[in-house]
């Protein structure tokens, strides 16, 4: 079994201060992990994915996510933060061998105040 | 650019009546995704597909069908509509390989009265 949390459902910042959304997983191999970003009224876009190697992968839109396999966690990071950076975040990962069916965590609402 | 459209973008339906939800890509990807999204949860995989002609259940699978007739076009389809099912779906594909981006539609909105 595979499953992902996102303990912060809410996440309030002014901007320029810097943002960290938490995620864990539980998957007994080595996972692939993702980021999702859901802007108000539009669909889910990609972020950015570890598949293996360096534990920092970088991303679109400025954004950056450190894998630690000690504490099984998939942090999503960016400094600073900007007001359009206000959305819905999702962390997923997929198994090996399950092609690309993801398991999401609920999500954490991200506000960024002017 | 990659594109998933749905239709329709959202529908009211009747307790018991049958709604057919339509994706389309242009992307030339094999795999196609249905998800739904309800408020405080993430996504969760209903039916998915690798190839035309054939579908498979995923996490929820239970009050839905599916069907993938082509290539492009993967429809999600609840045959006796019910109250739990109003919810936010979106379809998404991806390329055949593995860890790779899946393109999300924008979404319909279902409502269920």
């Known amino acids: 079994a595979q499953s992902v949390d996102q303990p912060d459902a809410h996440v309030t910042l002014y901007e320029g201060a810097s943002l960290e959304l938490r995620c864990s997983y539980s998957y007994s191999a080595a996972p692939y992990l993702f980021w999702y970003v859901q802007y108000p009224g539009q669909s889910l876009q990609f972020l950015l994915k570890?598949?293996?190697?360096?534990?920092v992968v970088k991303g679109t839109k400025g954004f950056e996510a450190e894998f630690r396999k000690s504490n099984s966690s998939f942090n999503l990071k960016k400094s600073p933060a900007h007001w359009s950076d206000s959305a819905k975040y999702f962390c997923a990962l997929e198994g090996q061998g399950t092609g690309s069916k993801l398991s999401f965590g609920k999500g954490a609402k991200l506000t960024v105040s002017p | 650019e990659a594109a998933v459209t749905q239709s329709p973008r959202s529908k009211v339906a009747v307790t018991g009546g049958k709604v057919t939800l339509s994706c389309h890509q242009t992307?030339?990807?094999?795999?196609m995704y249905w998800y739904r999204q309800d408020t405080g949860h993430g996504l969760r995989l209903i039916h998915y597909?690798?190839?035309?002609?054939?579908?498979e259940k995923g996490d929820i699978p239970d009050g839905y069908k599916a069907s993938r007739p082509s290539q492009e076009n993967f429809s999600l389809i609840l045959e006796l509509a019910s109250l739990s099912q109003t919810a936010v779906y979106f379809c998404?594909?991806?390329?055949?390989?593995?860890?790779?981006?899946?393109?999300f539609g924008k979404g319909t909105r279902l409502t269920v009265v």
């Open positions: 992307n030339n990807h094999d795999y």
């Open positions: 597909s690798y190839v035309a002609d054939s579908t």
């Open positions: 570890y598949i293996t190697g360096d534990a």
């Open positions: 998404a594909s991806s390329d055949a390989a593995a860890n790779t981006e899946v393109f």
